[in-house]
């Protein structure tokens, strides 16, 4: 039973990229009050809450997640009032707002490193991850950077190297000093007290780094690659046994909990690791870190039933009192109408991957556009904004093709995102799938995704249940969801032919109706499903 401050049990939440979400002012980039101006568009999803991707100040290098302040907003995107309003509107939806904090490196513009690289002894010498060169000069390890090459940049102005995971212009956090840690506490606390209702935790077991900076070791040629990155980037060549997911930070995700108690708000991380679900298992169980986290299983390329079983059930196995928050698209994947649909007309699969997102044991985070079925886009070269793109093209052409503007009217200037040329272009085979025209059609993906989510409410075993995997064939997933008041049998085939499922358990099944699927029982143990179809039946 969901008691009333674990609201984020089961529930669904809506993720914003704001740089692409509605252009307010005619600057060609999406902003906070265009947010404003469309949630009641996200409110008749029927979803409980927003997570909006960083809109602090920044000099958008990684376009908002190399922050320069984290206590204002980026004048891109609006300003503090601004804030407050879409707090205000929001909660008058009663949806609940996520704010995406980027605690494991700031800018290099960030006053914080600007005092700490000018010398060694200055009061913020010690803030982030500074370390020695060895003799011949190269770097102290053979750490790499998730968007290419080493993961150390040389400073002359200290004569030593510092950490940056990700872009050299993202300079990590030392997580070591106690000092700093407090500091990321109270920028954090500035927006709670505003009004936040919780956080997603950008990265969140890359804080802590190995003091001893020991090298990481290769990955044996058998063993599974990090699915945090491309194949293609020599990252996934190491086992990162020392660069992050240090056993530190387990007392730190313990003192974020502390802080989020005080004001009653909860927390997703995103966890990008070797072995993801053992650390989503250390991170959200016991009820004193973190209430949820996703990692990036559900965003491969990999798509077959049976490894998509695989990841359900072997979490479902280990992880014990924790909580997991999936996702199958955001803002740094391929789309997975496109990702997992090779090809498929996306409004025949954008559906089914909906309910089995939302019908497994879990939350569920819904990129924006993903209620459309956009699939991803083609950017040209030319076109690429994105730093991690453009060094791997063409192999990897980075994620600004999951970044494009919503499109809100078809036959609109821009399809309604500006009334000027958008930062990223506007995909011509978009337009016939926008909001607009969606809403003309009942059995539109929009509408589908509508009726779901409403009808998913009142399912108390899709909310909170247990899940039991159950056999069937390598079309169809076939579970359990076993609530305090309900246990229901969910019956769902992925693939493009017909199949049928046997059930076996002890139980009447009594179909549901209302979900906008079309599966079929015959007798009371089998289950008839047409392609990308799903059936659900209470077991009494």
Not at 59 to 68: A, H, I, L, N, R
Not at 165 to 170: C, K, P, V, Y
Not at 413 to 426: D, Q
Request: net charge negative; glycine share 6%; proline share 6%.
């Amino acid at each position: 039973m969901i008691k009333n401050n674990e609201w984020w049990r089961g529930s669904v939440i809506y993720q914003i990229y704001p740089r692409s979400f509605l252009d307010s002012n005619g600057d060609g980039v999406g902003d906070l009050k265009g947010i404003i101006n469309k949630l009641n568009y996200i409110a008749s999803l029927g979803v409980d809450g927003i997570w909006i991707s960083p809109f602090f100040t920044s000099p958008m290098k990684d376009f908002g997640y190399d922050v320069s302040n984290y206590r204002d907003v980026e004048p891109l995107f609006g300003n503090i009032e601004d804030f407050k309003d879409l707090i205000t509107k929001a909660h008058e939806l009663n949806l609940k707002v996520l704010i995406d904090q980027v605690m494991n490196h700031t800018s290099v513009e960030h006053p914080w490193f600007i005092e700490s690289r000018s010398s060694k002894e200055n009061p913020k010498s010690d803030w982030f991850v500074w370390a020695d060169p060895k003799a011949d000069g190269s770097p102290p390890n053979n750490w790499l950077s998730i968007f290419g090459g080493s993961a150390w940049k040389w400073e002359a102005r200290r004569h030593q190297y510092y950490l940056h995971n990700f872009l050299e212009s993202q300079a990590d956090v030392n997580f070591h000093n106690p000092e700093v840690r407090q500091q990321i506490l109270d920028e954090t606390e500035f927006w709670l007290k505003l009004g936040a209702d919780g956080l997603r935790l950008d990265v969140v077991n890359f804080y802590f780094h190995d003091q001893q900076l020991r090298d990481n070791p290769p990955l044996p040629k058998d063993a599974k690659r990090n699915v945090n990155a491309p194949s293609d980037n020599p990252y996934t060549y190491q086992r990162h046994l020392y660069d992050v997911s240090q056993p530190e930070n387990i007392a730190f995700l313990r003192d974020i909990r502390n802080l989020l108690n005080k004001y009653n708000a909860t927390s997703v991380g995103e966890i990008g690791d070797d072995h993801p679900l053992k650390t989503m298992t250390a991170y959200t169980n016991g009820n004193d870190k973190l209430h949820m986290a996703y990692t990036f299983d559900l965003l491969t390329e990999k798509a077959d039933i049976p490894y998509i079983k695989d990841v359900v059930k072997n979490l479902n196995d280990n992880i014990g009192d924790g909580w997991p928050c999936w996702a199958l698209s955001n803002h740094d994947s391929v789309r997975a109408v496109t990702r997992w649909g090779k090809g498929v007309e996306p409004h025949k699969i954008a559906p089914i991957y909906m309910a089995f997102l939302l019908s497994i044991k879990g939350s569920a985070c819904i990129y924006q556009g993903e209620e459309l079925g956009l699939p991803e886009a083609d950017v040209p070269f030319e076109k690429i904004q994105d730093p991690y793109g453009i060094p791997f093209w063409p192999e990897y052409k980075g994620r600004d093709g999951c970044r494009t503007p919503i499109p809100w009217e078809a036959d609109t200037t821009n399809a309604g995102f500006s009334v000027v040329e958008p930062w990223l272009p506007v995909p011509i085979e978009h337009l016939e799938l926008s909001r607009e025209q969606q809403e003309q059609s009942v059995t539109s993906t929009l509408n589908r995704y509508r009726q779901f989510i409403k009808w998913r409410k009142k399912q108390s075993a899709l909310i909170d249940g247990e899940i039991e995997i159950l056999e069937s064939n390598d079309q169809s997933l076939l579970f359990l969801r076993h609530g305090d008041k309900q246990s229901i049998l969910v019956a769902m085939n992925l693939s493009s032919k017909d199949t049928a499922i046997e059930f076996s358990k002890e139980g009447k099944l009594n179909p549901l109706e209302g979900h906008g699927f079309h599966g079929e029982l015959e007798g009371n143990n089998s289950i008839k499903l047409a392609a990308y179809d799903a059936f659900y039946a209470v077991v009494e």
